[in-house]
């Protein structure tokens, strides 16, 4: 590190102490003596709170009036107050937001190669306050202009001249221009107030602070207070600075024995073995307390388990605006609202957007003053919709916001919610119309309105409190400050993740049974709180502290590095700073000299996904101590095996535990057989079951996987978000052929041949081009459209096109007797049975020709036909094996099989010779599957099914199964695999396909609980 410019030994003294939290009697005799000599004298420390600790001392010693203990940056700007030039000091909102105003009138251009973000106005922010008088304002530091020593210095220091700029024109100055400025008055004049300043426990002194004291030192005394683990302060000074000890030498109370600690071997755990351990040190009613980094979020985990345990707690909030619900809300809202905004109506910008989680999200949120089936309609309706513009998006907020007014309006009133507006339409509004104050006074309005236990059950009036302040201070900051300080509210809104609001919550317990010493009712009550807060606590004043999450996140070994430190060397304004080791150190040794009789330590050693959390430096310390004492260091490690103590609040207390063997997972019950397969209740009559109507698809499903026709069919684990892929595309394809055969028909057209092959291309792109825009406005009879979203998705449906008019083409030359005579004809409602079983579904296409034979066509818009290729199962593979010698053989695609045996059974009496699959993807389309054997192709253009070169029977080969023997076979063997599905056979296929690495995942694992 660097040392400090030189300093007069006269003016500067370190003084060793042997003190833990409270004055001891020398630091206070050092002041008492300091006031009387100087007629004032200043105690600077870190906090207020430990501003208030040391005036109770100094009062108890009956030297308080002489003496003022207060904060660096209040010490500064109390000077600043009587020896000013009538300037107020900035405040950190205030500088915040004036930067930000700055880089919202800076283009791009203009602070290249910086950007305007929020870590850039942070950073600028930083940089003003710390050194502004090196940058902006060196003539008051005797010096010449800095110079910039690269491009980004140069927009840095152009970004803070325009700063200090706005700072003079406000009549604001900061606190370091404050400091450089008194430190020339100070030198000068030697004022009582500014002859002695004592520094106590002040872990960091930025530069400008620096500069007062050592003006102070000039014209009088600064006095460092430094106790053991502080002392590597003393490093960074001049070695000529004279060192004294004030106090004999004997250290005052440290914690007597050695620390406990406890290790939880991952987060499951983490809450039941604090909770456990907690409770063993309060025992009969001890004081507890529970130090922190994060002092919150472990009262968040550990509370109810100690409520449970008869054992209250309480906690002090601090929450930041991104913390609170409002915040949380507010932000989110902005973001998508500018996103809609800058989108528009563009349908290939919608990506940017689309499908608004942060709306629902909004709805589900108690601020809304919506209710969660309102949230769960609206986001279903958003996602469903891929063609929904913003218009119609804000739309439907207002409808479901009318809806829900009107509702309450007409309820009892006395009830919870009959007097809370519904404002999920009217915040969006605000925020789109660049309102933001009216829509926080909407939230207020609602958080006001809601009663306590929609913020949570437990501490809810706590929570709506703090919800109630947040947006109350919020709108303060931007209807007031950012008004007083001539700032756009476009700029005061980025500000507002500095806000921050404060309230205590207690964790209550109405079945405590101890008693505590004196033989009272008081009920114990751990307090949870920061580990330098516990720090400041009196040596011995509680019974036991418990530090929780000991690991290097929570209380890291780490520096403050980049650019404002980098810079601040450049300037030779670096800080003087205790290491975070010295820091830490000093601050565990205080927390734990508060506790009498027990401290404990704990950490959890693994993440959630089992990685190592590595212990904090002052965990290896102190075990290294008591091993190096040559005592037995007591480590207790707590597992997560016992699931229900470590799930239950009240670890299982009163709860029956028994071992359960679970089902196999690919079995069903008999009760639920019945309800799940084959049947289902008669809609007009509940109480009989009826047969279930299955697809063609859905039994191909089956006979193919039986776990995932059940997972897909009957736990159906959908996504709700209309998508943009095969699924999608391959509906498209089917409305447009499906609409140019049946326009074709309509102009007298059967069929596409060779001789109207251009007219039918033209009509294929007439229909598409409709087709394109009904999707666009979701207007489709499939089940999902097809809307692009972007200019890339707009090229994929554009690619569609010239596929199609390969299709057409192939159409020309092939099956040439046949002409397309049903389209997605359906059997809904026919009473068509195939295998002993009611059918539905729809097929494609059907083609016939004069003497009443049927071709099935199924459209598949993918590229590999030849994986619906289906060879005559009598011929003998080369291995020797003949597949029809198995008596469940079936082809590995059925739909369209089943189809052809259904139209024989159908009212239509066909008499079905093909079940092809048509490919409409790609270059090269092509039909495959299996037709009767004077259908297939002998030469190239010869009429028939170009390209498949085998039929049934496939005589060529010794093969004798026929095309109608073929339809028998697989409706039997299916017939069958139903019988097995009534029977609730749903296990696994021995050879798992595709659509089983999806399925097959989702839990299906036997456990015994």
């Known amino acids: 590190m660097q040392l400090l410019p030189r300093m007069g030994s006269m003016g500067l003294k370190v003084y060793t102490t042997q003190s833990v939290t409270a004055l001891t009697g020398a630091e206070i005799s050092l002041l008492e003596d300091a006031a009387r000599a100087c007629g004032r004298a200043t105690l600077l420390v870190p906090s207020f709170a430990e501003r208030d600790v040391c005036r109770r001392a100094l009062a108890d010693a009956r030297v308080g009036t002489g003496v003022d203990v207060t904060t660096p940056g209040a010490w500064i700007e109390g000077l600043w107050e009587l020896f000013g030039d009538g300037r107020r000091v900035v405040s950190p909102l205030e500088r915040r937001m004036l930067v930000s105003a700055l880089m919202g009138r800076r283009d791009a251009g203009q602070i290249a190669p910086l950007r305007d973000n929020p870590g850039t106005t942070r950073l600028i922010s930083q940089i003003a306050e710390a050194l502004l008088p090196e940058i902006a304002a060196s003539s008051v530091l005797g010096r010449g202009e800095v110079e910039p020593g690269g491009e980004s210095e140069r927009v840095v220091f152009c970004l803070v001249r325009a700063y200090a700029d706005m700072l003079a024109a406000r009549g604001l100055v900061e606190a370091s221009e404050a400091a450089s400025i008194l430190a020339g008055l100070v030198g000068d004049s030697a004022p009582a107030c500014a002859r002695f300043v004592a520094v106590r426990d002040v872990p960091r002194l930025p530069g400008y602070v620096m500069r007062l004291l050592r003006a102070v030192a000039g014209a009088g005394e600064v006095a460092l207070l430094l106790n053991p683990d502080q002392r590597s302060l003393a490093s960074?000074?001049?070695?000529?600075?004279?060192?004294?000890?004030?106090?004999?030498?004997?250290?005052?109370?440290?914690?007597?024995?050695?620390?406990?600690?406890?290790?939880?071997?991952?987060?499951?755990?983490?809450?039941?073995?604090?909770?456990?351990?907690?409770?063993?040190?309060?025992?009969?009613?001890?004081?507890?307390?529970?130090?922190?980094?994060?002092?919150?979020?472990?009262?968040?985990?550990?509370?109810?388990?100690?409520?449970?345990?008869?054992?209250?707690?309480?906690?002090?909030?601090?929450?930041?605006?991104?913390?609170?619900?409002?915040?949380?809300?507010?932000?989110?809202?902005?973001?998508?609202?500018?996103?809609?905004?800058?989108?528009?109506?563009?349908?290939?910008?919608?990506?940017?957007?689309?499908?608004?989680?942060?709306?629902?999200?909004?709805?589900?949120?108690?601020?809304?003053?919506?209710?969660?089936?309102?949230?769960?309609?609206?986001?279903?309706?958003?996602?469903?919709?891929?063609?929904?513009?913003?218009?119609?998006?804000?739309?439907?907020?207002?409808?479901?916001?009318?809806?829900?007014?009107?509702?309450?309006?007409?309820?009892?009133?006395?009830?919870?919610?009959?007097?809370v507006p519904a404002v999920c339409a009217s915040v969006v509004s605000y925020l789109w119309q660049e309102r933001p104050v009216s829509a926080l006074k909407a939230m207020c309005a609602v958080a006001t309105a809601l009663p306590p236990?929609?913020?949570?059950?437990?501490?809810?009036?706590?929570?709506?409190?703090?919800?109630?302040?947040?947006?109350?201070?919020?709108?303060?900051?931007?209807?007031?400050?950012?008004?007083?300080?001539?700032?756009?509210?476009?700029?005061?809104?980025?500000?507002?993740?500095?806000?921050?609001?404060?309230?205590?919550?207690?964790?209550?317990?109405?079945?405590?049974?101890?008693?505590?010493?004196?033989?009272?009712?008081?009920?114990?009550?751990?307090?949870?709180?920061?580990?330098?807060?516990?720090?400041?606590?009196?040596?011995?004043?509680?019974?036991?502290?418990?530090?929780?999450?000991?690991?290097?996140?929570?209380?890291?070994?780490?520096?403050?590095?980049?650019?404002?430190?980098?810079?601040?060397?450049?300037?030779?304004?670096?800080?003087?700073?205790?290491?975070?080791?010295?820091?830490?150190?000093?601050?565990?040794?205080?927390?734990?000299?508060?506790?009498?009789?027990?401290?404990?330590?704990?950490?959890?050693?693994?993440?959630?996904?089992?990685?190592?959390?590595?212990?904090?430096?002052?965990?290896?310390?102190?075990?290294?101590?008591?091993?190096?004492?040559?005592?037995?260091?007591?480590?207790?490690?707590?597992?997560?095996?016992?699931?229900?103590?470590?799930?239950?609040?009240?670890?299982?207390?009163?709860?029956?535990?028994?071992r359960v063997a679970c089902l196999p997972p690919q079995e069903l019950g008999e009760d639920a057989i019945r309800h799940l397969v084959l049947y289902q209740r008669d809609p007009n009559d509940p109480s009989r079951l009826v047969p279930r109507q299955l697809s063609a698809s859905q039994i191909e499903g089956y006979v193919t996987c039986p776990l995932c026709w059940f997972m897909s069919s009957r736990v159906r684990p959908q996504s709700l978000d209309a998508g943009f892929g095969n699924m999608e595309k391959g509906n498209f394809v089917h409305d447009v052929m499906h609409r140019l055969h049946t326009e074709l028909t309509e102009e007298g057209v059967p069929r596409v041949t060779p001789e109207n092959l251009e007219a039918c291309l033209e009509k294929l792109r007439d229909v598409f081009d409709c087709v394109c825009a009904e999707h666009a406005r979701n207007k489709t009879s499939s089940s999902a459209a097809l809307v692009a979203h972007s200019a890339l998705e707009h090229v994929q449906v554009d690619e569609i096109l010239p596929q199609l008019e390969a299709v057409v083409r192939y159409e020309a030359g092939a099956l040439a007797p046949f002409a397309p005579a049903y389209l997605e004809y359906s059997f809904n409602g026919l009473g068509v049975e195939y295998a002993g079983r009611p059918l539905g579904g729809r097929i494609d296409r059907v083609d016939v020709d004069a003497e009443g034979r049927a071709m099935v066509i199924d459209y598949k818009h993918r590229m590999d036909v030849n994986a619906f290729r289906l060879a005559d199962p009598t011929v003998a593979k080369r291995d020797g094996t003949v597949p029809a010698d198995d008596p469940d053989w079936l082809p590995e695609h059925t739909q369209s099989l089943i189809y052809a045996q259904a139209l024989r059974h159908s009212e239509l009496a066909l008499d079905a010779r093909g079940a092809l699959y048509f490919s409409t993807k790609g270059g090269a389309p092509a039909m495959r599957g299996a037709v009767s054997e004077e259908f297939v192709e002998v030469e190239s253009g010869d009429g028939r099914v170009p390209g498949l070169r085998t039929g049934f029977p496939d005589a060529e080969h010794g093969g004798t199964m026929g095309f109608d023997e073929l339809l028998d076979r697989v409706e039997q063997t299916i017939a069958r695999k139903l019988d097995a599905l009534e029977a609730g056979d749903v296990s696994a296929a021995e050879k798992p396909g595709a659509r089983c690495a999806f399925n097959h995942d989702l839990g299906f694992e036997r456990r015994d609980a």
């Open 236 to 419: 960074e000074l001049d070695a000529s600075v004279e060192t004294v000890g004030l106090d004999d030498g004997r250290p005052t109370s440290r914690f007597q024995g050695d620390p406990e600690f406890l290790e939880v071997a991952g987060p499951h755990a983490r809450g039941a073995a604090y909770a456990r351990a907690l409770a063993d040190l309060v025992g009969d009613g001890r004081d507890v307390v529970v130090a922190a980094a994060r002092p919150s979020e472990v009262f968040e985990e550990v509370s109810p388990r100690l409520a449970a345990r008869g054992i209250s707690s309480e906690c002090a909030l601090v929450a930041r605006f991104g913390q609170t619900a409002v915040g949380r809300q507010f932000a989110a809202l902005s973001d998508v609202v500018a996103r809609m905004k800058e989108a528009g109506e563009d349908p290939e910008r919608a990506a940017t957007w689309w499908p608004a989680p942060e709306l629902a999200d909004w709805l589900y949120s108690p601020l809304s003053g919506m209710d969660s089936n309102s949230a769960r309609m609206f986001d279903k309706k958003i996602r469903s919709n891929r063609s929904l513009t913003p218009e119609a998006v804000l739309r439907t907020l207002q409808s479901y916001q009318s809806q829900t007014t009107t509702k309450r309006q007409r309820s009892d009133q006395s009830k919870p919610y009959a007097q």
């Open 453 to 658: 236990s929609a913020f949570g059950w437990r501490d809810g009036s706590v929570r709506a409190g703090v919800e109630v302040s947040m947006a109350a201070k919020a709108i303060e900051t931007l209807a007031d400050v950012a008004r007083e300080l001539d700032v756009p509210q476009s700029a005061a809104v980025t500000v507002l993740d500095g806000l921050t609001v404060s309230a205590r919550r207690r964790a209550e317990s109405t079945d405590f049974a101890h008693t505590g010493y004196e033989g009272d009712a008081d009920m114990p009550c751990v307090r949870f709180m920061t580990l330098a807060e516990a720090a400041l606590l009196p040596a011995g004043s509680v019974d036991a502290v418990f530090v929780a999450d000991v690991d290097v996140d929570n209380f890291p070994l780490s520096h403050e590095e980049g650019a404002l430190a980098t810079l601040a060397a450049k300037l030779g304004a670096a800080p003087m700073e205790l290491e975070p080791a010295a820091r830490l150190r000093d601050l565990f040794d205080r927390a734990l000299a508060a506790a009498r009789s027990h401290a404990v330590l704990a950490r959890v050693t693994h993440d959630r996904q089992a990685k190592d959390r590595y212990p904090a430096a002052m965990w290896t310390e102190l075990t290294a101590a008591v091993r190096a004492a040559g005592r037995a260091v007591t480590v207790t490690s707590v597992g997560e095996g016992d699931i229900v103590a470590d799930l239950d609040t009240a670890a299982g207390m009163g709860l029956k535990r028994r």
